[in-house]
T-cell receptor, first 112, second 114 residues
Framework: DAKTTQPPSMDCAEGRAANLPCNHSTISGNEYVYWYRQIHSQGPQYIIHGLKNNETNEMASLIITEDRKSSTLILPHATLRDTAVYYCIVNAGGTSYGKLTFGQGTILTVHP | DTAVSQTPKYLVTQMGNDKSIKCEQNLGHDTMYWYKQDSKKFLKIMFSYNNKELIINETVPNRFSPKSPDKAHLNLHINSLELGDSAVYFC?????????????FGNGTRLTVT
């Protein structure tokens, strides 16, 4: 699976949008981009995933560049409860499905 | 209703002991996993089972033996515990049929070996 690069930490003011970038320049055509987050002392929580098109759900939006070499997770109105480590993961599925490679992620701190 | 539940939440034991961690999912998923998060917070897959059959085994010492009595349960048994086994162990599940459905994780079991 392709490697991802994320900034180690970011800050965001409560109520503002949090934009978390991820670089996956070696992504293959069949690899999806997944975002998970881990709030302190909890298990990782799925947020969103996509292949080529931008995606939106009740938690977040995922913007994937046309060349698919990078993506941005957007939390439109961050709250204090969004403080967590955010992981960007690429995975092809098939025999590697479920074998998610978690890097160090981005520690997002939402402050009042 | 907890989707993926693990017991116990905390486990403190001495070196050389044998212990088990239980995991159950009520999502109707066909695949279950064990992940390990070490002291540096890196999460790594250990095993995955699909319909009670082992499909991923990531060079984990054979002191670790997963057991899946049915597709809703995946237990992890650890023999002869070592200090280095201290970590947080997460169980997860997903619906592998059709591919790319997300993993749902439990809240972890913190194992401390003294």
């Amino acid at each position: 699976d392709a490697k991802t690069t994320q900034p180690p930490s970011m800050d965001c003011a409560e109520g503002r949008a949090a934009n978390l970038p991820c670089n996956h320049s070696t992504i293959s055509g069949n690899e999806y981009v997944y975002w998970y987050r881990q709030i302190h002392s909890q298990g990782p929580q799925y947020i969103i995933h996509g292949l080529k098109n931008n995606e939106t759900n009740e938690m977040a939006s995922l913007i994937i560049t046309e060349d698919r070499k990078s993506s941005t997770l957007i939390l439109p109105h961050a709250t204090l409860r969004d403080t967590a480590v955010y992981y960007c993961i690429v995975n092809a599925g098939g025999t590697s499905y479920g074998k998610l490679t978690f890097g160090q992620g981005t520690i997002l701190t939402v402050h009042p | 209703d907890t989707a993926v539940s693990q017991t116990p939440k905390y486990l403190v034991t001495q070196m050389g002991n044998d212990k088990s961690i239980k995991c159950e999912q009520n999502l109707g998923h066909d695949t279950m996993y064990w992940y390990k998060q070490d002291s540096k917070k890196f999460l790594k897959i250990m095993f995955s089972y699909n319909n009670k059959e082992l499909i991923i085994n990531e060079t984990v010492p054979n002191r670790f033996s997963p057991k899946s009595p049915d597709k809703a349960h995946l237990n992890l048994h650890i023999n002869s515990l070592e200090l280095g086994d201290s970590a947080v162990y997460f169980c997860a599940s997903s619906q592998i049929t059709g591919g790319n459905s997300p993993l749902h994780f439990g809240n972890g079991t913190r194992l401390t070996v003294t």
